[in-house]
Nanobody, 111 residues
Framework: QVQLVESGGGLVQPGGSLTLSCAAS????????MYWHRQAPGKAREWVAFINSFGTSNIASAVKGRFTVSRDNSENTSTLQMNDVKPDDAGTYYC?????WGPGTQVTVSS
């Protein structure tokens, strides 16, 4: 089973950038798809991005062109790069792999 911990959240101004990281420990990281989700207060959790073990990724339309996802299989980490952040991007961001979820990292967007 894999354990996940997100980091990098915080306060960002509209139009700014933020880099979120997900560190995995345990087994099952390298060969499995890594997903990123987010949940804004009062809203359902939504998918943001995924990246497979070969580095092929897909980004949700709401953030396409602004967010990118990557992974380092040698370090068991994944990164979600957030650029041109908008107020609607605020929320708690989670990484998950093979049904395991991290505790999330909070992103606040405010000027």
């Amino acid at each position: 089973q894999v354990q996940l911990v997100e980091s990098g959240g915080g306060l960002v101004q509209p139009g700014g950038s933020l880099t979120l990281s997900c560190a995995a420990s345990g087994s099952d990281f390298t060969e499995n798809v890594m997903y990123w989700h987010r949940q804004a207060p009062g809203k359902a959790r939504e998918w943001v991005a995924f990246i497979n073990s070969f580095g092929t990724s897909n980004i949700a339309s709401a953030v396409k062109g602004r967010f990118t996802v990557s992974r380092d299989n040698s370090e068991n980490t994944s990164t979600l790069q957030m650029n041109d952040v908008k107020p609607d991007d605020a929320g708690t961001y989670y990484c998950n792999i093979k049904g395991s979820w991290g505790p999330g990292t909070q992103v606040t967007v405010s000027s």
